[in-house]
């Protein structure tokens, strides 16, 4: 039986029924385009760059927007699009390197910039009608550029600009083609949100009609119609994304869910009995719990590659699944809490971008025949747009702010190979440190907070001994959106109270440093 998700057969209706597509062409702010877009009330998919004109013609999208990358447009093998979206009438913005492709590509000419531009910059809005209808003459914008658009064709004409950069914005005099070569998408740029909705529902006419309520309504009765009287089973992890799947389940087919917890030993500390708790008492579903720990050390036994570690995690983890899941008579479906970065990052969208960032456990991990259906209810959704969906079913706080906890659990956050005594070392420091950031009250004013164990011993001292333990990092970062983070600026206090704990209380760790990276250009987990 082949797999397939219901929540993301084309072509899209009702709520999606208007959509944007972001062509990546390598940008770091790709998938927080998307996310500025749908904060819009528009619906925006993110594409390989090279995709054809023809197959946007098929998903007949209502704007484009070219993203920014690391190249320059004038470079040998320097990524380009397909020149014929230029000739199919749809609105084009183009960003910073998509800007600059798009003049290049209609008679500009791009050069290297006399003065680079990194950080933040005063422009000048030339024309305050359009595309800046709204945003004051002077205002402060993002740039992140070598390059620039160094002239126009005659089709284009000037709409802001900068002490180093003439054309930091312009359109074209009769096509809705427009460029800016600032991020209007970051939160450094004030009024980059007026000019994106400026360009979405005035030069695209959308009628901003994504609304999170309205796709929860449509994907319930889609699965309600897909599913019919079949069994449905989803995995449960006890985090955000399984628990907001479970209840949209819960609420289109009731009785006919079942819910799986597969303990793979890698785990945080109390995780099975607290998801056991919830399961059972809030949502009163029919759970199954598989004591799989032996199989995952077993499959791990050696393994220090990240990648690798993945894709042994999930195959084990379906091979577990699936045994339990023969075990439930009639189940015909499973339910996955798949997002859309992860689509994205592991390179499973059908027309996304083809680079694997990381393998996903749902994504990445999944052989081509499971004996099940797939469906994958949140595969479209940011994590931000998760928990506000959570919360609009009903679901109580504790369980849609819990911070986020990859796939793999605790193999991730266990640099090198993977042992039981590693991990019981690693659950008890990562306690500490969740529980010291919620004794201080910032957990909710943290977004991810977590231990890493290292790989690394260091020379140390207790008592009048010398030791030659682990060192132990702390991670912790802030992000609306999960696409970029920056570190948590924790107050020194309860960075030393976690420290003390730590080397005090957990046997085996000598040393305690904490993660000061942001993403990019680093991620969030360690692997």
Known sequence: MTTASPSSVEPRGGAAGQRVLVLDFGSQYAQLIARRVREQNVYCEIVRHSIT???????????????????????KGAPLCDPKL??????????????????????GKVDSAPAREYGRAECDI?????????????????????????????????????STCPYAAVKHKRLPFFGLQFHPEVTHT???????????????????????????????????????????ICGLSGGVDSSVVAAMLAKAIGPQLSCILVDNGLLRQAEEE???????????????????????????????????KRRRIGHTFIDCFVDEAKKIKGAKFLAQGTL????IE?????????????????????????GFELIEPLRDLFKDEV?????????????????????????????????????????????????????????????????????????????????????????????????TADWSHLPYEVLARISTRVINEVKGVNRVVYDISSKPPATIEWE
């Open 190 to 232: 004030p009024e980059g949100s007026t000019v994106l909705r400026n360009f979405l529902h005035g030069a695209c006419g959308a009628e901003g009609t994504w609304k999170l309520g309205d796709f929860a309504a449509e994907t319930i009765e889609r699965i309600r119609q897909e599913v019919g009287n079949d069994r449905v």
């Open 346 to 370: 592991s390179g499973a969208a059908p027309d996304g971008p083809a680079d694997t960032i990381k393998l996903h456990h749902n994504v990445g991990g999944l052989p081509a025949e499971l």
């Open 274 to 308: 607290a998801v056991v708790a919830e399961f059972t008492q809030h949502f009163k579903t029919d759970l199954h719990v598989v004591k799989g720990e032996e199989r995952f050390l077993s499959a791990l036994a050696g393994i220090t590659d990240p990648q690798e």
């Open 126 to 162: 030339v024309e305050a009608d359009g595309l800046f209808a709204g945003v004051p003459k002077q205002t402060q914008v993002w740039m992140s550029h070598g390059d620039q658009v160094a002239g126009i064709s005659n089709d284009f004409t000037p709409l802001a600009k900068t």
């Open 86 to 107: 230029f000739e199919l009438g749809i609105p084009v913005l183009g960003i910073c390197y998509g800007m600059q492709l798009m003049c290049q590509a209609l008679g």
């Open 387 to 483: 928990r506000r969906l959570g919360l609009q079913l009903g679901l109580p706080e504790e369980i849609v702010w819990r911070h986020p906890f990859p796939g793999p659990g605790l193999a991730v956050r266990c640099l090198g190979e993977v042992t039981r005594e590693k991990l019981d070392t690693l659950r008890a420091a990562d306690a500490i440190v969740v529980g010291e950031i919620k004794a201080a009250g910032l957990y909710r004013g943290t977004s991810q907070a977590f231990a890493v164990l290292l790989p690394v011993q260091s020379v140390g001292v207790m008592g009048d001994s010398r030791t030659y333990d682990n060192a132990l990092a702390v991670r912790c970062v802030n992000t609306d959106d999960f696409m």
């Open 340 to 343: 859309y970065p992860d689509v």
């Open 53 to 75: 004109a023809e197959r946007v013609r098929e998903l007949a999208p209502i704007g484009i927007i070219l993203s920014g990358g690391p190249s320059s447009v004038y470079a």
